[in-house]
């Protein structure tokens, strides 16, 4: 069982930056997927960026050069850096895992940009 709790979103200015945290419950590094997926309003849900336990990235073309995907095992975190953000980029973020065949969300926390 694996539970997750994200921290670091709130209001920002267009061109600013965020570092979101995910903290896993239990030891993260059997945990083969971690991802931040988005959803705005009347929007369906989709992937930010993802890591690999083997460390292996992919990110949504709209954050590419923008947002970086990282994690601490020592920490059972994975962070995602956003950068240069754009009132586009304003959603709720989730953290997401899997372990074996068993997906795992996060409550989200919500990025707003905004002049």
């Known amino acids: 069982q694996v539970q997750l709790v994200e921290s670091g979103g709130g209001l920002v200015q267009p061109g600013g930056f965020l570092r979101l945290s995910c903290a896993a419950s239990?030891?993260?590094?059997?945990?083969?997927?971690m991802a931040w997926y988005r959803q705005a309003p009347g929007n369906q849900r989709e992937l930010v960026a993802s890591m690999r336990s083997g460390g292996s990235t992919n990110y949504a073309d709209s954050v590419k050069g923008r947002f970086t995907i990282s994690r601490d095992n020592a920490k059972n975190t994975v962070y995602l850096q956003m950068n240069s953000l754009k009132p586009e980029d304003t959603a709720v973020y989730y953290c997401y895992a899997t372990m074996g065949i068993t997906a795992y969300w996060g409550q989200g926390t919500q990025v707003t940009v905004s002049s």
């Open positions: 239990g030891s993260i590094s059997s945990i083969y997927i």
